[in-house]
């Protein structure tokens, strides 16, 4: 099923999105820094749910005209933590991660024809990015390499205007996450440099969540080259 019903979470990145999304909209938003949002999930009225596949494209009322999105990607893609849309109508499709381990998964597709489909809708993605090498988006970073995927699609193959957004949750106790911004940033790093991505494009943000006690505010991450780091993160099983 497209649409996922989480109820209400109580820890993690989860639980964040959906705190400031049901009760502190306008902060979100100036983190975000897209101007006021009209959130599309994760609503409480609607339990919580999440979406993918066709459905996540249906909740933000979008219809894919020059490339489907069946064309592209096989059934059980991305679960999006947060859509949205913005005053003049662009689609925001958000992630949100509360520690540095949830930035390592691999793609566990086994049927030969999705793994296909979904090599071939990276090395597209790649040409389009100007990624160089041979990088593989399969391993070690596919969750990241996803959303890039599906932010190509509909911005690039389509000219629908869709806004990706990265949202960092800072000082989150309770997973044991990233007491400060530039823990995030150094491994976010990381990522790019693995993933050979040297410049994201205008419509990628990475963002900053402070939930610490110390005060919830946020700040976006700078734009330019991916630093040539040699630390490692750890791999994890595979999310959508």
């Not at 705190?19 to 101007?35: M, P, Q």
């Not at 990607?73 to 003049?88: E, I, K, Q, S, Y």
């Not at 949830?102 to 793994?115: D, I, R, Y």
Request: hydrophobic content about 40%.
């Amino acid at each position: 099923m497209g649409r996922i019903a989480q109820g209400c979470a109580t820890r993690g990145s989860q639980r964040w999105l959906q705190e400031y999304v049901n009760g502190r909209r306008e902060e979100l938003d100036a983190v975000v820094g897209l101007g006021p949002l009209e959130w599309l999930s994760p609503l409480a009225e609607d339990d919580f749910a999440e979406y993918r596949d066709g459905a996540f494209l249906t909740r933000l009322g979008v219809e894919l005209e020059r490339r489907r999105l069946a064309s592209f990607w096989p059934r059980g893609g991305p679960v999006w933590d947060g859509l949205a849309r913005t005053a003049a109508g662009a689609c925001v499709l958000v992630e949100a991660k509360a520690h540095v381990s949830e930035l390592a998964s691999s793609c566990v597709a086994s049927a030969p024809a999705s793994l296909a489909t979904i090599r071939a809708a990276f090395r597209e993605t790649q040409r389009g990015l100007g990624v160089a090498g041979a990088a593989d988006w399969c391993g070690g970073y596919y969750q990241y390499a996803n959303r890039l995927a599906h932010a190509y699609l509909l911005n690039e193959l389509n000219r629908v205007p869709a806004e990706l957004v990265f949202l960092y949750c800072v000082g989150d106790a309770d997973v044991h996450g990233p007491a400060a911004e530039r823990e995030w940033r150094d491994s976010i790093e990381i990522v790019h440099r693995r993933l050979a991505v040297e410049r994201l494009p205008a419509y990628v943000h990475e963002v900053f969540l402070d939930v610490g006690d110390c005060g919830r505010t946020g700040r976006r991450a700078p734009r330019g080259r991916a630093s040539q780091l040699a630390e490692k993160l750890p791999d994890s099983g595979a999310t959508p």
